[in-house]
């Protein structure tokens, strides 16, 4: 029989906190009880056909503690006047709270939002839609209400997070949460303290004024005339970000590689340099105007993976060209074709035509299924003939169909 009993009265109980119902109310003032579940009662026939059954059915839902059951009188031409549930209510959250268990949780939820009232009451809303996530983190909510509580008072203080001085937080802590404090800051801040431009969890530092570690850029310079360091033209730099733009290196070329082995034995360019990539994210190089001046060539593998970092370049380097990308060294090393664990497969719009159609056939398999061509498995013959090629020539194209 699929009568509604205390299991499946139970289960839409559950529903309800799952979803944050029973705790929001919490905040809100506005209560969801008393609360009439879904009742699935037997019908007439069944009455008749099974009335034992009927009798057990009512006899286990009006002995359920903490249920108000609603009966209703049923008059059969045989059995006589009998009564049936007709509804079932759960009239009170602490009831609610008893048929689930839940009485605990509730009562550290109302310690955290009658301390949450008083120290941030900005913050209430978000508890009322976050009701479930806010008891994940009672253990530590004082703690992220100090932290909330030292950024209002210190708006984008220009400092690291190492440098907050608040008992029982470090900065470990901050980055641990970096998701709340997001949803948080962003809340209680005034506009004029939030970068809006910066984010995602990797950007909170900037977002709120903090100092951040800066990104790195390892080059190396590819003609000794224009070595970066004068006692050694061979030498392989890391700078910061603002130290790379600030740069007058006076190249003509810049390559940018994402294998290390590759950056370390890329042969020697004329008037170039070498930079070994970092895969996606390429934001710091933006910031150095000079490369708007210079052919720059992005040599990446040959998989989905490569031409959608290529697409993120672009996006900050509209003017880079592929370099040993395109489908003629795809073709020519078929022998060392490997596998691409897990494509990607959205559309990009910053690839050239020979480009496009290339990785169109990637993510569609028709060459292979889930195909890549690491570079370092390109030999490196093909690699100096490629950049003979490109100085000879002296023009960017050829080396994007190679």
């Known amino acids: 029989m699929n009568w509604t009993g205390p299991r499946e009265l139970h289960v839409q109980l559950l529903r309800c906190w799952n979803r944050g119902d029973l705790l929001a109310g919490m905040v809100s003032g506005e209560s969801i009880f008393p609360r009439r579940l879904t009742l699935k009662a037997p019908t007439s026939a069944q009455i008749t056909d099974d009335f034992d ?216 360019v004329p008037d170039s340099l070498l930079i070994f990539g970092a895969g996606y994210g390429f934001e710091v190089l933006a910031q150095a105007a000079w490369l708007a001046s210079c052919h720059v060539y992005y040599w990446g593998d040959i998989d989905t993976h490569g031409f959608t970092i290529l697409d993120q370049l672009r996006a900050c380097l509209p003017h880079a060209h592929s370099l040993l990308m395109g489908r003629n060294t795809l073709l020519a090393f078929e022998a060392q074709w490997g596998r691409e664990e897990k494509q990607s497969l959205r559309d990009l719009s910053r690839l050239n035509a020979e480009e496009r159609a290339l990785y169109d056939d990637l993510r569609g398999n028709r060459l292979c299924k889930n195909l890549r061509l690491e570079q370092e498995r390109i030999g490196f013959g093909w690699v100096e003939n490629a950049l003979t090629l490109l100085l000879s020539h002296n023009q960017i194209s050829s080396m994007e169909n190679v």
């Open 53 to 268: 059954k009927v009798r057990d059915w009512i006899a286990a839902l009006r002995s359920l503690p903490h249920y108000r059951v609603e009966m209703r009188e049923v008059r059969h031409r045989v059995l006589g006047a009998n009564e049936v549930p007709a509804a079932v209510w759960v009239d009170t959250l602490d009831d609610a709270l008893a048929i689930l268990g839940k009485s605990r949780e509730a009562k550290r939820f109302a310690s955290m939002v009658e301390r949450t009232r008083l120290r941030q009451p900005l913050l209430l809303e978000w508890l009322a839609c976050k009701p479930l996530k806010a008891l994940e983190l009672a253990e530590v909510w004082d703690r992220l209400l100090d932290v909330t509580e030292w950024v209002q008072q210190h708006p984008r203080p220009g400092i690291y997070l190492r440098q907050i001085d608040i008992p029982g937080v470090h900065s470990k802590f901050i980055e641990a949460h970096r998701g709340v404090l997001l949803k948080w800051l962003d809340r209680l801040l005034p506009p004029e303290a939030v970068n809006n431009s910066a984010t995602g969890v990797s950007g909170f530092a900037s977002r709120y004024g903090f100092r951040d570690k800066s990104q790195r850029i390892r080059l190396r310079a590819l003609d000794p005339g224009h070595s970066l360091l004068p006692q050694s033209v061979n030498a392989d730099i890391t700078l910061d970000a603002e130290s790379f733009a600030s740069l007058s290196p006076a190249v003509s070329r810049v390559f940018i590689t994402e294998n290390e082995i590759n950056y370390l034995a890329f042969p020697p």
